[in-house]
């Protein structure tokens, strides 16, 4: 288990415990516990504490994985990639899901506000546990959803979080942001264009 593994432990025992807890002292020995996760998790993600504490802020009652959203669209055997402002990166249309919104609504919304097209969420193809891939060390512990999309209409187009919209052949990939996704995931779902009966994949 790598030293981010733990730290996500320990962050969640104590705020479960900080959740639960009634008795004064053992509030206390929830806090102490947080405050040294938060100092690992900033070791470890090159940040500071204070801004991993100020993450963690509203991060209240039972600690639940973050769920992180994706479409895969494919038009003529190419898949659709957004390049990030923020990286320079390649990924995935996605992000966090929202309270309100159904995973596949998510799915549909952010490629229309990062990629300009309007697609229907058809299958779910992953669900992955972002820790047991190649992702660099991350904060928060989440899920993937990887929803296949059907290309419906509208026109490609960037927005304050992209640069770029293109489509991609599987032997022609631009360099991936591989905080948002691998490049193993993306052959993944190359496997389910050839096998579009394949069963969805988790872990």
């Known amino acids: ?88 990166g390649w990924t995935l249309p996605g992000g966090w899901a929202d309270i309100g919104d159904s995973a596949s609504e998510v799915a549909a919304r952010e490629t229309r506000e990062e990629a300009g097209l309007d697609v229907r969420p058809e299958k779910l193809l992953a669900v992955f546990d972002k820790a047991r891939h190649t992702h660099p060390p991350t904060v928060f512990y989440c899920y993937k959803l990887f929803f296949r999309c059907a290309l419906i209409g509208g026109e490609a187009r960037v927005n304050h979080e992209t640069s770029d919209v293109g489509f991609f052949p599987r032997e022609g990939l631009p360099p991936l942001d591989t905080e948002r996704v691998t490049a193993e995931q993306i052959a993944r779902m190359f496997v389910h264009l050839d096998q579009p009966e394949r069963p969805t994949d988790f872990d």
């Open 1 to 88: 288990m790598s030293r981010v593994s733990w730290a996500q432990k320990i962050q969640a025992i104590a705020q479960t415990g900080l959740a639960y807890a009634g008795d004064p002292y053992d509030r206390e020995r929830y806090e102490q516990l947080q405050a040294l996760a938060h100092e690992m998790l900033a070791e470890a993600s090159a940040s500071r504490p204070e801004d991993i504490r100020e993450l963690f802020a509203l991060e209240k009652g039972y600690p639940t994985p973050k769920v992180d959203v994706r479409a895969v669209v494919f038009r003529d055997g190419e898949l659709l990639l957004v390049q990030e402002k923020s990286t320079g």
